[in-house]
């Protein structure tokens, strides 16, 4: 993670931290999402020798996230929201396999799923996460604070 925090540095955002070991991180730019998105993968790709997704999300979108969980009921630790680039495709449920009694609802830009019995054994598979990345709900709220803090 402090490689991380340097490249974000060498990117000239600011203020930026970590949480835990999974590259998730919170800074500080004037930049908006696109020319954030292009120099954290530039800088992941020349460190990691292959091309590395990034999704990027703002203070506001991320508690816009938390709010809008459909599964607000359920321990954050069984809720995860699969963050995409863009709308997830209108097929994301009905092209899902192997459910076994996980909930899955579309999102702005995420596809919140719910595993009632968690996440460790489950089977589900969802083509569109191909394309994104996943985080509990217990993450998300952190990485909320966390950016909230920083505002």
Same mark, same amino acid.
């Given at each position: ?9 060498? !990117? ?8 835990? !070991?999974?590259?998730? %991180? +919170?800074?500080?730019s &004037?930049?908006s999402?696109h ?8 800088? #992941?790709?020349?460190?990691a $020798?292959?091309? %590395?997704? +990034? ?22 630790n069984? +809720?995860?929201?699969?963050?995409? &680039? ?8 009905? &092209? !899902?396999?192997? #459910? ?6 579309? $999102?702005?830009?995420?596809?919140? +799923?719910?595993?009632? &019995? ?5 089977k589900?598979?969802i ?9 509990n ?14 505002s």
């Amino acid at each position: 993670m402090s490689e991380l925090l340097a490249m974000c540095e060498a !990117a000239g955002f600011t203020n930026a931290k970590t949480y835990i !070991a999974s590259g998730n %991180v +919170v800074f500080q730019s &004037d930049l908006s999402e696109h020319p954030i998105k292009l120099a954290l993968e530039n800088a #992941l790709a020349a460190y990691a $020798g292959k091309p %590395v997704g +990034v999704c990027v999300r703002t203070c506001e979108e991320m508690k816009q996230v938390l709010a809008a969980n459909p599964f607000a009921h359920a321990p954050g630790n069984r +809720v995860n929201t699969l963050f995409l &680039d863009e709308a997830p495709p209108q097929d994301a449920i009905t &092209d !899902a396999r192997h #459910l076994k009694g996980e909930e899955i609802i579309l $999102g702005v830009r995420e596809i919140y +799923v719910h595993y009632p &019995d968690g996440m460790g054994g489950s089977k589900l598979v969802i083509p569109a996460a191909n394309k994104g990345t996943m985080r509990n709900m217990n993450t998300v709220a952190k990485l909320t604070e966390m950016s909230a803090a920083l505002s």
